[in-house]
């Protein structure tokens, strides 16, 4: 097992970012413990969960160790696909998701996808940490203007990245995220490959040592085995049934659920034989292109309304805060909102028109992606004036009955604290 393990770590590609010796070590140590890695990874980030808004000043250093551990997890799932990739293929390995297999197509055959999706991705990881250095930057204020030059910047550049990415992919919609995901441990699959061969070969499969098949042994009467009608420990008969005329015994049947179970693993689905670009259907008309720039370009056209509302409030000698009510507070909602409706509702009447079946034809990983907008869209709760006026209150108010009360009343300081995000942050509800 070991030496099939660094057999595979062996093609992980030298970097000069790093002393080599140093690199060489780190990456020995990652593969050869992923499972501790990845709980470390989940503690911390559970960590940077609950501290924001706790201590003065503590929601930057909450948002740096979190953006950190964001990329330190991103370059750690890398390393862990090249060594899983380079593993040997008479190992058995695990069932990719629709998903993995979609991205991992793309990042393999276009290198430029994979340096646009790795870009994407580090803007995500690292947005809301230059929006508090820019608000910090610009005196704290919240409508500060350096703060939504950069909100809107880095909207724009996602935006560019993500038509990009679309051309790329064949005019195909985009999956969120853009990168393969930590699926399985490497180590845990070569570990269990070994494991299937040893146990394989206590189980009499000499075959494959060329060894010739084993001996025939009769099976034990129920009165050696003690397993019969007559059996010790009051086992049933249910246990084992042992032939009255020759005395042997016959295991029981597996149970049903058992048995269905184990025959869903063996069936391949229509997505299972397709190619893994074929996993979503490209945008074949003029309205569904546009319908998914829509959505794309949605973030950019609401960050400039809210910096245009903001800037104009500012000019008036006013912060924001009590003007919620006001139509241009909820101008920027209202955009934004129409705009993902429409796209969503306009998308979803077009994929109906062009595949096969309607919406039940569309794939696996196409009705995965449509669900994760639709939830996405419960982000629209927490921003902008519907935030001020309809959400703010009520949490605010459920925090409060939460005080003084025992183990409730940390929930109700985190609620608060994260509510102290969602009001002065725009990336603290971003989706995209």
Sequence with gaps: MSSLYKQAKSHIPETITMPRSWLTLYE???????????????????????IPGRFKESELASESLHSTLSLLTLYHTSLLS????????????????????????WTSSSPTYTRLATLLQTLQYTELLWEMLARRRGGGGGGSRTRWRVVVFLETIKAFVRIALMRLT???????????????????????GVAAKAQA?????????????????????????????????????????????????????????????????????????KAPALLLHRLATSRAQVTELMWVLRPVVYAVLMARWQSSLEQNGGRGR???????????WLVGVGMEVVARQVAKRDLAERVGGGMRGLTGLERE????????????GLRGAFYENVTRPWIQSAAGKLKGKMLLDMVGTVVEDYDYLWDEYYFSTATM
Aim: net charge negative.
């Design 201 to 273: 070969r206590n189980n009499g499969h000499f075959d494959e040592l060329g060894l010739g098949a084993p001996p025939y042994s009769p099976p034990e009467t129920a009165g050696e085995t003690g397993t019969g009608r007559g059996g010790r420990d009051g086992e049933s008969e249910l246990a084992c049934w042992t032939m009255p005329r020759t005395g042997l015994s016959l295991p029981s049947l597996p149970e049903t659920s058992d048995v269905t179970e184990f025959l869903l693993k063996k069936v391949l689905t229509a997505d299972d034989i």
């Design 369 to 380: 992606e449509l669900s994760s907008r639709g939830w996405g869209m419960g982000w629209w």
């Design 82 to 105: 090249r060594v899983y990739s380079h593993l040997p293929p008479s190992l058995p390995r695990p069932q990719a998701s629709l998903h993995n297999r979609y991205t991992k197509f």
């Design 28 to 50: 020995d140590f990652v593969a050869d413990n992923s499972g501790s890695v990845s709980q470390i990874e989940s503690a911390l980030r559970s960590l940077t969960y609950i």
């Design 322 to 332: 009590g003007r919620g009510n006001s139509w241009g507070a909820w101008t920027p």
């Design 170 to 192: 064949g005019e195909r919609p985009l999956v969120n995220p853009v990168l393969p995901e930590r699926e399985v441990d490497p180590r845990k699959v070569v570990e269990e």
